[in-house]
């Protein structure tokens, strides 16, 4: 019973000598170095290189199929489907119906808001993709 009066103070000598460690080991702690008069000018980033062939068709091939739950795998929507086929559509008609329904010009229940999430440079590659697909 009496242990249970302790816990306390000892948990509160454990915090003490905890917080003493600490202000001690501040204090022996070499002081920070001067700043420098000028900062050194910032090289240029290197031009990052181009990704291996490999990862460049599978990042292809994952943007691609994003279009696949509506417009079918590999672009090929299933036969008498409400919407059209993306495989062997030029690519300057898939990059200008991205562009419309990005914009607003061209009417739609769900393409207004996906084509929102793809940088011009995805949807040309989305659209390389799916020109390049036999129909």
Not at 31 to 53: G, K, L, S, Y
Not at 66 to 77: E, F, I, L, P, Q
Request: hydrophobic share 50%.
């Amino acid at each position: 019973m009496h242990s249970n009066l302790f816990r306390p103070a000892l948990c509160a000598a454990a915090f003490a000598a905890w917080a003493c460690a600490s202000a001690a080991l501040a204090q022996t702690t070499a002081p920070a170095p001067a700043p420098a008069a000028a900062p050194a000018a910032v090289p240029a980033a290197a031009p990052t290189p181009p990704a291996p062939p490999a990862a460049q068709a599978m990042y292809l091939r994952s943007l691609a199929a994003t279009c696949a739950n509506c417009h079918g795998t590999n672009g090929k929507a299933p036969e008498g489907a409400a919407v059209l086929s993306l495989a062997g559509l030029e690519k300057g008609y898939i990059v200008a119906q991205m562009a419309a329904f990005k914009s607003g010009a061209r009417p739609a229940t769900i393409m207004h808001q996906l084509s929102k999430g793809y940088s011009d440079a995805q949807i040309n590659a989305i659209a390389e993709y799916f020109a390049a697909q036999k129909r």
